[in-house]
T-cell receptor, first 110, second 113 residues
Framework: EDQVTQSPEALRLQEGESSSLNCSYT??????LFWYRQDPGKGPEFLFT???AGEEKEKERLKATLTKKESFLHITAPKPEDSATYLC???????????FGTGTRLKVLA | DGGITQSPKYLFRKEGQNVTLSCEQN?????MYWYRQDPGQGLRLIYY???????QKGDIAEGYSVSREKKESFPLTVTSAQKNPTAFYLC????????????FGPGTRLTVL
């Protein structure tokens, strides 16, 4: 069964303390992996799309990487405004839909 | 600015009532989707549409209905048959059906009184 697992469920960081969020997936064939940021009470905001193992994308303090089994969202020197829930979604071959993980709630303390 | 709008932001429903959630996009996207988000769960697909006058059931379509009379609009009706409708509802769109990045609206929070 196609599955997406995000870890940790929640993460508290001090401002400036770099870390990584994980999205591991078990799918029959990966066609794309998406990262979104979601603030409380709002819709997900698109961050990155990754299509193949080895691909990396960056945006400000965020960097997303992809392997054959997982993706990492690296946050460098985070600021309080980076606090949000980060969602991962996988688009798998042979399926008509995206599979979403349950997200990682990130809290960055000043 | 192009984007997706949803209304209302908050909606309250009495038991036995049908309510309709609005979703409009001006991104010129062909595909549109409705998801439901509950605490501790991933987004679950309710309905999706590839073109005007065509739509398909997702994983949890029971108790919901949709229409797609215009490319820009994809309203969702939560019927009285939906036993647990309290949730956060998200509309999304993409250029192609499940072939491209999905962009989301701001969401509607539905509460049953």
């Amino acid at each position: 069964e196609d599955q997406v697992t995000q870890s940790p469920e929640a993460l508290r960081l001090q401002e400036g303390e770099s870390s990584s969020l994980n999205c591991s997936y078990t799918v029959s064939g990966l066609r794309g992996l998406f990262w979104y940021r979601q603030d409380p009470g709002k819709g997900p905001e698109f961050l990155f799309t990754l299509y193949s193992a080895g691909e990396e994308k960056e945006k400000e303090r965020l960097k997303a990487t992809l392997t054959k089994k997982e993706s990492f969202l690296h946050i460098t020197a985070p600021k309080p405004e980076d606090s949000a829930t980060y969602l991962c979604a996988v688009w798998a071959s042979g399926t008509y839909k995206y599979i979403f993980g349950t997200g990682t709630r990130l809290k960055v303390l000043a | 600015d192009g984007g997706i709008t949803q209304s209302p932001k908050y909606l309250f429903r009495k038991e036995g009532q049908n309510v309709t959630l609005s979703c409009e996009q001006n991104l010129n996207h062909d595909a549109m989707y409705w998801y439901r988000q509950d605490p501790g769960q991933g987004l679950r697909l309710i309905y999706y549409s590839q073109i005007v006058n065509d739509f398909q059931k997702g994983d949890i379509a029971e108790g919901y209905s949709v229409s797609r009379e215009k490319k820009e609009s994809f309203p969702l009706t939560v019927t009285s048959a939906q036993k647990n409708p309290t949730a956060f509802y998200l509309c999304a769109s993409s250029r192609g059906l499940f072939t491209d990045t999905q962009y989301f609206g701001p969401g509607t929070r539905l509460t049953v009184l």
